[in-house]
């Protein structure tokens, strides 16, 4: 079957990526439209998300189908259709489709490119005769201050129950965006699902159409790892899949560490999953060739990887956690990394100030509202449960099992790196605010003690609520934990916080 693209020129089916090809997009995007594919048979997409692209202007669109067919999406300013309906000359993305072995089907991906701002989009995915629902979403400025929402371990599946799970995960989504419209990426913290190759998992995952409407940044977890999933699910922006950033066997081998640049904001993800035989060092000079190459371009760089090197509950002295906390922080300092968000733990924690694998000022109070970096500062943030299938409690500092990594001289129950580390059984996100002189770190419940809470209500754990359940719960959308980050800048004077611990210069 041929079909044509928006010129009548014929297309292949790979994705999109010449200087032609976003020249043309950037002016159909723009304005006038082009020609939709030819009409064929093929099968309706399923499992559709919308990901984050290599930059503002774009997203990537991943999905499944039943057939190997001449798939497109097709994209429109929603201004453009006319009761649903998309114009009749459409420009369309060519799609990338692989067999992905589940049930004898397909994946594919294609990347929406020269996207405008301040611009509401509406696509469809398969071709004629067999598309898909209509989805919409919306570009903002290109530059400035935005928001992001940051989303631990969703791990549906593991409570045992997937759809009481998935309903916890779709509500803290509900939740989370009605508070935060604007929101501008959805960033995984990784475990999306409980078995990397359970694909009913997989679909509770992506139940809620608000993963179709705002992009998801997605980060492999050690549950998403054991199969090829993972990588059909989601296709990232700038993935380098070189062995060392990879566990596992070339059957199972899934993630990869990878980069994009989002209003200023220099996102590095990175596969944890992948540690030992020197995948670390690795991960590090994959790192530094990011920042080198590309921070001059950003005014904050943000890490996210799953596995948490301050975890406060379960997985703290974990070995590869112990030797992370030897390997990772005097290089994320002396990189000038400003933030690190992590999962993995399933409780929330902020770490205080540290700077190449201390605490950077002995005063800074646990809990401070304002913090001041300084130079080789930086601030880890682990995310607990956003779906509620499974939490973890605190655990206290052993140093018998990591002398490194005992209690803080301030706070004695808590381990040294943390200002805060919180357990309440509720689900939770984390919001971040990128201003231009600070970073807005926001802890916030998602759900109470009430359902949807697959933990609570299946008596995974035997209380609810702050203070060990002492407390009751507390509503919707009040905060854990909130703190103003104010990042180091070199200008050549130095200024205090007000209120807050720490220096600037």
């Not at 066997?249 to 590095?268: C, E, H, N, P, R």
């Not at 002396?334 to 924690?349: F, K, N, P, T």
């Not at 803080?408 to 689900?427: F, G, I, K, M, T």
Request: with cysteine; glycine share 10%; aromatic share 10%.
């Amino acid at each position: 079957m041929k079909f044509e693209n928006w010129a009548g020129v014929p297309r292949r089916r790979v994705a999109m990526g010449t200087a032609a090809a976003a020249i043309s997009a950037t002016a159909v995007l723009g304005g006038g439209l082009t020609t939709a594919a030819d009409a064929g048979e093929g099968s309706t997409p399923t499992a559709i998300i919308l990901g984050v692209g290599a930059s503002e202007s774009q997203r990537v669109v991943s999905w499944y189908s039943s057939a190997h067919d001449h798939q497109v999406v097709e994209v429109a300013p929603t201004s453009k259709l006319d009761r649903g309906r998309f114009p009749k000359h459409t420009v369309t993305f060519s799609a990338t489709v692989a067999a992905n072995g589940v049930n004898g089907g397909y994946n594919g991906h294609a990347t929406i490119d020269s996207l405008k701002k301040n611009t509401a989009y509406s696509y469809r995915v398969g071709s004629e005769g067999n598309w898909s629902p209509t989805y919409a979403f919306k570009t903002q400025d290109f530059k400035g201050d935005f928001d992001f929402l940051f989303f631990g371990d969703p791990q549906i599946g593991s409570s045992g129950d997937v759809a009481k799970d998935g309903a916890g995960w779709a509500d803290t989504l509900k939740v989370s965006l009605a508070a935060n419209p604007k929101a501008e990426l959805l960033v995984s913290g990784g475990d999306q699902v409980e078995s990397a190759n359970t694909e009913t998992q997989w679909e509770a995952f992506l139940g809620s159409d608000k993963l179709r409407q705002y992009p998801w940044a997605a980060t492999i977890g050690n549950h998403d790892v054991g199969g090829k999933a993972y990588e059909q699910h989601f296709w990232t922006p700038n993935t380098d899949r070189s062995a060392p950033f990879y566990q596992g066997d070339a059957a199972t081998q899934s993630g990869g560490d990878y980069w994009y640049i989002y209003k200023g904001v220099l996102f590095i993800d990175l596969n944890s999953n992948a540690y030992a035989n020197g995948s670390d060092a690795a991960h590090l000079s994959y790192v530094t060739d990011v920042i080198k190459r590309h921070g001059a371009k950003a005014k904050y760089t943000a890490l996210v990887y799953h596995h948490s090197i301050y975890s406060p509950a379960d997985h703290a002295n974990d070995a590869d956690n112990q030797q992370r906390r030897q390997d990772f922080p005097a290089a994320f300092s002396r990189l000038g990394v400003d933030l690190v968000l992590q999962g993995h733990d399933h409780s929330y924690s902020r770490s205080y100030v540290i700077k190449n694998g201390k605490k950077a000022n002995p005063a800074e109070q646990p809990g401070a509202t304002q913090v001041a970096q300084g130079p080789g500062g930086v601030v880890y943030v682990t995310a607990n449960s956003s779906s509620g299938s499974k939490y973890y409690d605190l655990t206290a500092p052993d140093t018998t099992k990591d002398p490194n990594y005992g209690p803080d001289p301030l706070n004695p129950s808590h381990h040294w790196a943390n200002s805060v580390e919180n357990q309440e059984h509720v689900r939770t996100y984390v919001k971040i605010q990128v201003r231009e002189d600070k970073l807005i770190v926001q802890d916030i419940r998602s759900g109470t003690c009430a359902a949807p809470n697959a933990a609570v209500e299946l008596g995974k754990v035997p209380w609810c609520g702050p203070n060990s359940g002492a407390s009751a719960a507390q509503p919707v959308g009040s905060l854990v934990d909130k703190v103003q980050i104010h990042p180091y800048r070199d200008h050549g004077h130095h200024w205090a916080v007000p209120g807050g611990s720490g220096w600037l210069k």
